[in-house]
């Protein structure tokens, strides 16, 4: 290597330092929006090809080829503002206004009867309400820096969503053309680089529909029987469950199994017995039936390692990395696979 050579890379390692301290404080948003993109990129050409059919003899070729594609994008920016940013939102803030008012020794729960119960059972007086205040207070330490610091979380957050949406559109427009450019200056051979973004693809398709999506599913649903049993702050139960699910056949039980045995305590024991039915023959169904159903096996990940990466993401950059730390890990896991599979043997 030349002193061109080794000037040059030192240049493009300082960039590349500098790069990352410039996006450090929104790189949770530039990595969902990145998701995000990877996710809309399949309807995206589905709609832009019928968008430029509907085009067709009425602008010249290139033309309906580039206006399509923007239309395209814009109509994908606005259904998923109104299908996910919106309901993340809403869901987001029902969750820290719970979690505070937990941690203020505020909830909607029946502690007095939880502790009677204890104490009838045990002998032994526990204080539930003081309990449920340590852990929200940890809770909101954790993820915000405790409660001031969930004004300057939810500005932050409100920047970095609309840095995302324009990074969903632009990637949506030219995310083919960055693929296509990372593999023909990846220093790698042509047959590994292709093998890495195979699998890169196969694992987060795999992390994504097949452990996410499913978790959320079987979330959804089993917030609707936690309503329907007149559970109080459902929302907020909806999302822990969103992501203990991570874990399956177990996690979500987490929240509705003791949720049941709550309504017995409480003198509700016919909507005890029905939520926890409910959760046998539905909510453990949907684990059971739709993560096989829709997870790649060659992209499979250890449920642990999932949990993981979901807990871990959270806890390193927030909300958003419910989403991100899975991906990480299994891009990591990709890799390790490509480099076993191409150079372990040389």
Do not use: C
Not at 172 to 180: E, K, Y
């Amino acid at each position: 290597m030349n002193r061109g050579q080794s000037f040059l890379l030192l240049l493009i390692g300082a960039v590349a330092l500098l790069t990352l301290f410039v996006i450090l404080p929104f790189v949770e948003y530039v990595i969902a929006s990145a998701i995000l993109a990877y996710v809309l990129y399949p309807f995206h050409v589905r709609l832009s090809r019928a968008i430029r059919g509907a085009l067709a003899g009425r602008v010249r070729e290139s033309m309906a080829r580039r206006l399509s594609r923007m239309l395209s994008g814009i109509s994908l920016i606005v259904a998923s503002i109104v299908a996910v940013i919106l309901p993340l939102a809403y869901i987001s803030w029902v969750f820290v206004r719970d979690l505070t008012a937990i941690a203020r020794g505020n909830t909607d729960i029946d502690v007095a009867a939880i502790e009677a119960e204890i104490t009838a059972l045990t002998g032994q007086t526990v204080e539930v309400g003081d309990v449920l205040a340590t852990v929200g207070q940890t809770l909101v330490n954790a993820l915000f820096g405790g409660v001031s610091g969930v004004v300057t979380t939810a500005f932050r957050a409100s920047v970095g969503l609309s840095l995302a949406l324009f990074l969903v559109y632009y990637t949506l427009l030219d995310g083919p053309a960055f693929v296509r450019w990372l593999r023909s200056t990846s220093p790698l051979p042509s047959a590994v680089t292709a093998d890495l973004v195979d699998r890169v693809d196969a694992m987060t398709r795999g992390v994504v529909i097949g452990h996410i999506v499913v978790a959320l599913l079987q979330a959804v649903i089993a917030g609707v029987g936690l309503w329907a049993a007149g559970i109080p702050n459902v929302v907020f139960w909806t999302f822990v469950m969103a992501v203990l699910a991570l874990l399956p056949l177990i996690g979500a039980f987490f929240v509705w199994g003791p949720a049941a045995v709550y309504l017995v305590v409480i003198d509700q024991a016919t909507a005890g017995v029905l939520l926890a039915l409910y959760g046998v023959f539905v909510i453990a169904m949907v684990d059971n039936y739709a993560r096989p159903l829709v997870i790649d096996q060659q992209a499979h990940l250890n449920p642990a390692v999932i949990l993981l990466g979901v807990f871990g993401g959270i806890y390193s950059i927030g909300f958003t990395g419910l989403f991100v730390g899975p991906i990480v890990i299994g891009v990591l896991a990709a890799t390790l696979e490509t480099f076993r599979e191409d150079y372990d043997a040389m």
